[in-house]
């Protein structure tokens, strides 16, 4: 699909967006809904976003769908988005190669079920025929202290390991071989990370927006863009 290049903010694209799917329990509440009728609401917004941005040409979609932290949560919560999850892998299997879009799934996949886990593999596999198009990472069971602990004992571990530097470092992250993002999105009107990608978020440029997840749509998503290209970024240097 062609993008719009005469719409504001859509030069200087970000290469790499991530997303803090927020205020799904928030959104189902006011319609009087469980919470899991919002994840499930969370899970199609994504499944919007995702196509919108390979429309339109960005590289990396990284999305917060389930925190090492989440696990507190009550077990039927848990379990209903689990039950997503498998929905939408198996949905992706099916969809992956014709809309040219690789789908990676970031964190310490150890404490999933088999089962998904047997489609993480499958949507991996997928992914690496896939040599072109938009790379989309569903982080589940995802933290950002867990991910920097993981790759020091994986650097610690592996025998041909380097001196210790930022950029040796970088390749035992879950996110080794992408670029940083350039943007990072939290909806629902909370203003923190939330342990979400905070080794790469070093130069990240931040947007906050009141609308709740299932609500966020293109609009939303081209506001983003606009407040973006409209930013200045220095990565320490000076004018
Ligand atoms: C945060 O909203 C959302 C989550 C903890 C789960 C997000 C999960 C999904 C969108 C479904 C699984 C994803 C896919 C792509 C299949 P919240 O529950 O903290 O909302 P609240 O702050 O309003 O309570």
Not at 30 to 59: N, P, Q
Not at 146 to 163: L, M, Q, R, T, V
Not at 165 to 181: H, I, N, Q, R, V
């Amino acid at each position: 699909m062609e993008t719009d290049t005469k719409k504001p903010g859509r030069q200087n694209l970000p290469r790499h967006v991530a997303i803090i799917m927020d205020g799904n329990g928030r959104w189902a509440k006011k319609r009087g809904l469980i919470r899991s009728a919002g994840h499930a609401a969370g899970a199609e917004t994504f499944r919007r976003m995702t196509y919108y941005l390979s429309d339109l040409g960005v590289e990396f979609f990284t999305v917060y769908a389930f925190s090492t932290e989440n696990w507190k949560r009550s077990e039927k919560e848990v379990s209903a988005i689990m039950a997503l999850l498998k929905k939408f892998l198996l949905e992706a299997i099916d969809l992956m190669e014709k809309k040219g879009i690789r789908l990676r799934v970031l964190g310490d996949t150890s404490r999933l079920s088999p089962e998904l886990r047997a489609l993480i593999k499958r949507t991996d596999e997928i992914s690496t025929r896939i040599k072109s198009g938009l790379v989309a990472n569903l982080c589940i069971n995802y933290g950002g202290r867990d991910e920097i602990i993981h790759a020091i004992k994986a650097w610690a571990s592996d025998p041909e390991k380097k001196e210790l530097t930022e950029a040796s470092f970088e390749k035992y992250l879950y996110t080794a071989g992408m670029p940083d993002p350039d943007l990072i999105i939290r909806p629902s009107g909370e203003y923190r990370l939330s342990n979400f990608l905070i080794w790469q978020c070093a130069y990240s440029e931040f947007y906050f927006t009141d609308t709740l997840w299932p609500d966020f749509s293109e609009a939303e998503m081209d506001k983003a863009f606009d407040a973006y290209a409209a930013r200045d970024r220095r990565f320490g240097n000076a004018k």
